[in-house]
């Protein structure tokens, strides 16, 4: 298993790879000379090219990105232009909003999509099934800002449940916490709740059909512990893969959710670097986002063999 | 991601491409939410083409003194915080989710079936092209847009390009997985027996295979190319604000949600209509040009 895992973490590193050179190449094209911009105003072409010099800027570019990875690896994300603070800094001073976001937004998500997935396959055809098929076109067809305007207009503007917008820390008590992380998380979540629950009744399909269920119904299993105990159990394998993938969508959307909701995270730092065209900012929070996304979807292999013990490595 | 259903009957004949749209067809037919999209996006495609002939005014004409005016008869959804016509800018708005939908399903799939076909069958190529693929796939294709715009100018074509790069390993994806199941039968070992060149075989026996399936994702790449047209555009990093979109007429009205709503609730509506319609029609695609597929989701 740990030899297993450890193979995985590597191949990994060409994926981190080409990220690293994607990232890198839109810091060498972009536009702006940062040497000109720290020499100021009244800098001579000489102070300039001495400044960079000093910057390693008149490198060749696999030079240059050697210097870059070499200090991407011992944690410098590179220097916003805007503030003049370390990227990692700034990251991480937002880190709290858009983590506490996202795990609302996957319990919500998953505690709702999975249960209606099961109970969609349960009564495939009934009902049920057609509500949460027409739930999950629907998912996917309206953009998160929109449902999340919608919710807002009923919510918080007409029926004054919940507040407009805002985040408060859950450090300053739960109560305002929750009342602030419910229409973003619900509005974040729908799309992916959607994705997941169509793929656990897709799954669950594949398993109902299977003789072993006929077997535990036989000898007289009641139906809840059939789905549960038989049915989801094996069926976990796709839901945990489309809840890895399904991720990248949910960073898609914490950008706008922050934006819509007036979240101070990593989202809205995002949203205001391309207002100032900062670009490290724009480059870090890619490379971190999609750091994250390779690891969850390490993970989500990893735990194959939970779900499926004859899965072994 | 292979397809016995789909394979058999399009073979290598030249009614390969009869036999598709037939098979389409046919199956629509019996599938009311798909007709219903269908017809829905034609209406919006109209709606792009003739914007200007459906009793709109200049959509970018400022008029300070009838500022936030909520839907009359003279202005059908109202005025914006410039005094603009909301009904024109929705309608002109059509114009630019249509363009990008269509223009990135058409570039990202054209793109990737070149890529996918030739890394299907050429197999040192294969594992350099999948591992920039799969480094591409990892960036969320949101933040992937947002980086490639922020180097240039917001521009249509800039924004359409952006979304294209990230849409493409996905069609890469699919498509090499069909190239690697289809060299494998019996006519295309026949057809390099009998001394075919590659780029004949490529175009002639594998291509038309995977049409049907490449067109199902054609589809919701269209989708989710308007939505995140949409996206991008709402946070600033979109269609430049003197073209109206969708997207940046919710951005502009954003903070007008507690006195305004309705100004946010246009166009988003046309949005996802828009978007529903074409998920819809992606659905019965699928459906009627897989059936195996059909059955499980």
Not at chain 2, 203 to 232: D, F, G, K, W
């Amino acid at each position: 298993m740990l030899r297993y895992a450890l193979r995985r973490l590597a191949a990994t590193i060409p994926v981190m790879g080409v990220v690293a050179l994607f990232v890198f190449s839109l810091l060498y094209l972009s536009p702006g000379d940062p040497a000109a911009v720290i020499a100021g105003d009244i800098a001579t072409e000489e102070d300039i090219a001495r400044i960079r010099a000093s910057l390693g800027l008149d490198q060749p570019y696999f030079v240059r990105f050697g210097t870059w990875l070499w200090a991407l690896l011992q944690g410098d994300l590179g220097t916003s232009i805007f503030t003049g603070l370390p990227v990692s800094t700034l990251i991480g001073q937002r880190v709290e909003p858009t983590l506490a976001l996202t795990l609302c937004t996957l319990i919500v998500a998953i505690a709702l999509a999975v249960p209606l997935g099961v109970l969609a396959a349960a009564r495939a055809g009934g009902w049920i099934d057609r509500g949460v098929m027409a739930v999950a076109v629907l998912g996917f067809s309206v953009p998160v800002f929109v449902l999340a305007y919608a919710l807002v207009l009923l919510f918080a503007v007409q029926l004054e449940w919940l507040p407009v917008q805002g985040y408060s820390s859950i450090t300053k008590g739960f109560g305002p916490f929750i009342s602030h992380m419910i229409l973003p998380s619900v509005a974040l979540g729908i799309t992916y709740m959607a994705l997941i629950a169509r793929i656990t009744r897709a799954s669950m399909l594949d398993v109902l059909a299977q003789d072993y269920v006929r077997t535990a119904h036989a000898k007289g299993l009641a139906p809840g512990a059939v789905l549960t105990g038989h049915a989801l159990k094996n069926a976990a394998i796709p839901i945990v893969t489309i809840i890895g993938i399904g991720i990248a969508l949910l960073i898609g959307g914490v950008v706008v959710t922050e934006t819509v909701f007036a979240i101070p995270g990593i989202g809205r730092l995002t949203v205001d670097a391309i207002l100032r065209r900062d670009y490290p900012i724009i480059q870090g929070v890619t490379l971190l986002f999609s750091a994250i996304y390779v690891l969850v979807n390490l993970l989500v292999d990893l735990s194959y063999s939970l779900f499926d013990p004859r899965i072994r490595y | 991601m292979d397809s016995p259903a789909i394979a058999a009957p399009a073979a290598d004949s030249p009614a390969a491409a009869g036999t598709l749209w037939r098979q389409l067809g046919g199956t629509l037919r019996r599938h009311p939410t798909a007709i219903a999209g269908g017809v829905v996006l034609l209406l919006m495609v109209l709606v792009a083409i003739f914007a200007p002939w459906l009793g709109t005014t200049d959509p970018l004409s400022v008029a300070p003194v009838r500022r936030l005016r909520p839907p009359s008869a003279q202005h059908w959804f109202g005025t914006d915080m410039l005094g603009r016509d909301v009904y024109s800018r929705v309608m002109y708005g059509a114009r630019v989710s249509v363009t990008v939908g269509l223009a990135v399903a058409l570039v990202g799939t054209v793109t990737g079936l070149a890529i996918g076909l030739v890394t299907g069958f050429v197999r040192w190529l294969d594992a350099i092209v999948m591992r920039v693929m799969d480094g591409l796939m990892s960036i969320p294709s949101v933040l992937l847009a947002i980086a490639l715009i922020s180097l240039t100018k917001a521009s249509l074509g800039n924004v359409i390009f952006a979304i294209a790069i990230a849409e493409v390993p996905r069609v890469v994806r699919l498509v090499r997985s069909l190239v690697l199941t289809l060299r494998e039968q019996p006519y295309v070992e026949a057809a390099i027996a009998s001394g075919t060149r590659l780029p004949r075989i490529l175009v002639r026996h594998i291509l038309p295979n995977t049409m049907a399936p490449v067109l199902v994702q054609a589809t919701y790449i269209c989708a989710s190319a308007m939505i995140t047209e949409a996206i991008l555009s709402f946070i600033g990093a979109g269609t430049p604000p003197d073209i109206p979109s969708w997207g940046n007429i919710m951005a502009e009205s954003r903070s007008l949600i507690q006195i305004a709503g309705t100004l946010l609730l246009f166009p988003g509506i046309f949005l996802s209509l828009t978007v529903l319609s074409v998920n819809l029609l992606g659905d019965g695609m699928r459906d009627a040009l897989d059936p195996r597929l059909a059955r499980r989701l």
